[in-house]
């Protein structure tokens, strides 16, 4: 553990908790990306299974549960308590009309998903079920974000809890590369370049996003995407 860890676990944790107040208190789910969500959760079911078999500390532990726990509780009111405010028009992709795009096949299962799990069979620490899972989850991580950013460029405007939340996302995936430079450089035989790689395309999805955030906040005018 160092200081930009910490620092990227609590931004992390702040985006859960920022999404479920926003849609909590707004009674409302719209701007808000359920794909997105579902893929998160997947990533977190499929990288946490070691919570069955292997205890690294309470920290850790806690963190794994919260996130979980975070985001099926999203995905569970977007799907029953809020459902009526779910925009699904602009929560899709090419030809997709479904949570998942499937019957799509150049849906978020066509174009996120099944990629990702083909990388994770080829390109893994181990070919075992658990690594492959494991692999999978980072690469589906790396992109899990593209449905919300879909969804933004479509509606071109964001509510403010919902840009800090995926302005949290994103700044703690890239307090994480710092992390990972730290650990390169302090810690003997720390290598993988299977994170790093996923973890520098993920941050760089969040480019665009960032440019624009920053400019809304430093002009003090209303967040807006070129059209």
């Known amino acids: ?38 893929l998160f959760l997947i990533v977190f079911c ?20 919260f996130f979980i726990s975070a985001t099926a509780t999203t995905v569970y009111w977007m799907l029953t308590k809020y459902k009526s405010s779910y925009d699904l028009e602009n929560d899709k992709m090419h030809g997709d009309g479904s949570l998942l795009g499937y019957g799509a096949p150049h849906g978020v ?12 069979l080829i390109f893994n620490e181990g070919f075992e079920a658990f690594e492959i899972l494991w692999a999978f989850s980072i690469y589906l991580e790396a992109l899990a974000i593209i449905p919300q950013l879909f969804m933004l460029q479509r509606t071109k405007e964001g509510e403010a809890f919902t840009l800090l939340y995926i302005f949290s996302v994103g700044s703690y995936r890239g307090l994480y590369l710092i992390n990972w ?47």
């Not at 930009?4 to 990306?33: E, K, N, P, W």
């Not at 720390?190 to 809304?216: E, H, K, N, S």
């Open 1 to 38: 553990m160092n200081i930009f860890r910490l620092a990227a676990d609590m931004l992390h944790l702040l985006s859960f908790i920022v999404l479920l107040y926003r849609i909590r208190t707004q009674r409302s789910c719209r701007g808000v990306s359920l794909k997105t969500q579902v």
């Open 181 to 227: 430079i730290y650990r390169f450089f302090t810690e003997p035989h720390y290598w993988q370049p299977l994170v790093w790689i996923a973890g520098f395309v993920q941050t760089l999805l969040y480019a665009d996003f960032f440019y624009y955030y920053y400019v809304a906040l430093k002009e003090g005018s209303k967040f807006q995407l070129p059209g």
């Open 46 to 65: 499929c990288r946490y299974l070691d919570l069955f078999f292997s205890f690294i500390s309470l920290y850790n532990t806690l963190m794994k549960i």
């Open 109 to 120: 299962l066509g174009f996120i998903v099944a990629p990702c799990f083909l990388m994770a």
